[in-house]
């Protein structure tokens, strides 16, 4: 098993930026696809940005291209996502997860969540 805790979340005016973390735990981090979703109030948990295990590509939703970056550091079992450019829509809770898959952007593939972190973006 694997278990996700990420941090990092909090207020921010629009025009900043934020860094969030998830750190997990086991030996094997370096052998799953990892990804970030938000969820914002009302709205179904969307994919923002993903890491294929097996090419390490990275993938991005539209909404956050350009904005936001996301990398990992398998020493440290710790995935990261760098938000820039804070828009007031970017506000939701942000989960972690791990797939043993390759990469997908379908929630239901993921294996291991986070229990999320609240960015909330001001004007």
């Known amino acids: 098993q694997v278990q996700l805790i990420e941090s990092g979340g909090g207020l921010v005016q629009a025009g900043g930026s934020l860094r969030l973390s998830c750190a997990a735990s086991?030996?094997?981090?370096?052998?799953?696809?990892v990804a970030w979703f938000r969820q914002a109030p009302g709205k179904e948990r969307e994919f923002v940005a993903g890491i294929s295990r097996i090419s390490g590509s990275k993938y991005y939703a539209d909404s956050v291209k350009g904005r936001f970056t996301i990398s990992r550091d398998n020493a440290k079992n710790t995935l990261y996502l760098q938000m820039n450019s804070l828009k007031l829509e970017d506000t939701a809770v942000y989960y972690c997860a791990v797939d043993s898959g390759s990469y997908s952007r379908n929630l239901d593939e993921y294996d291991y969540w986070g229990q999320g972190t609240q960015v909330t973006v001001s004007s």
């Open positions: 086991g030996r094997t981090f370096s052998r799953y696809s």
